[in-house]
């Protein structure tokens, strides 16, 4: 009935990221919206978002915010399917569904952020 | 399965909705639910965030037609009520840590009620800025 587990399967690994990246998260997530509220034009205009990507660093940490909450977020919701008893042949497709979106997702969103020029250099 | 065990009430996954609702909730209960809906919101939030912001590959004007879409005040308060979600999802997510890393077992329901006093402050902080504009407008300055 029960089979014995590897720790390596265990969802230890997964659950203390879990807390590193949320920790991460909320302090990214402040940042993010003093930045994007403390003015309507910071977060909704073209040059806005152009003078922050003259930035490198500020590029980072977008990437880093983007790639921190993909990772949060998919594994959150693999978590909830965890709950639940599960066929193999689900899991599998679950698993390469939420992969697939959020490899996706983080790509389309790399290439977003790249796509905004440096307009000297 | 575990019918095999005799004695224990076996959990019934057709019926899940049902079987949840039937049990006696505390505030954890309660935080555990509402962490795992408005989690499940924020990262849908977040596919359409990137969706949303892709109209910076096609340059000026089409972000700022889509951009200047997003500033109507439905909109905007949608933003706002996005916030609540957010904040929830974050300072439980703190109480949480607190609770597995920091004997928070011992006051997590003081951290919970403090989430919301904290929450609700903060929510309404961020009304005040992202409404100032309009605010400082109706009054004249």
Do not use: C
């Amino acid at each position: 009935m029960f089979k014995l587990q590897s720790t390596k399967n265990s969802g230890a690994n997964s659950w203390v990221m879990q807390r590193i990246s949320g920790i991460a998260l909320v302090v990214l997530m402040i940042g993010h919206y003093i930045l994007m509220h403390y003015h309507p034009d910071s977060g909704h205009t073209y040059d806005a978002v152009l003078g922050r990507m003259q930035y490198s660093w500020y590029r980072i940490i977008d990437l880093t915010f983007l790639s921190l909450g993909m990772y949060h977020g998919l594994n959150g919701i693999w978590g909830v399917f965890r709950d639940y008893q599960m066929k193999p042949w689900l899991k599998i497709s679950v698993i390469s569904a939420l992969v697939i979106f959020g490899i996706a997702f983080t790509v389309w969103g790399y290439s977003i952020i790249f796509s905004i020029p440096y307009l000297k250099s | 399965m575990a019918d095999e065990y005799k004695g224990i009430k076996t959990f019934d996954q057709k019926e899940w909705v049902k079987e949840n609702l039937s049990y006696k909730k505390d505030s954890g209960s309660w935080a555990w639910i509402f962490h795992r809906v408005t989690g499940l919101a924020l990262i849908g939030y977040l596919f359409l965030h990137v969706y949303s912001l892709s109209t910076l590959t096609s340059g000026r004007t089409a972000f700022e037609t889509k951009m200047q879409s997003f500033l109507s005040p439905p909109l905007l308060a949608l933003e706002w009520f996005l916030f609540i979600i957010v904040l929830f999802h974050s300072l439980n997510g703190v109480r949480i840590v607190l609770v597995d890393w920091a004997d928070g077992a011992k006051y997590h329901k003081t951290l919970y009620r403090f989430s919301w006093i904290i929450g609700i402050i903060l929510f309404l902080l961020m009304g005040y800025i992202m409404f100032s504009h309009e605010i400082l407008k109706f009054f004249g300055k």
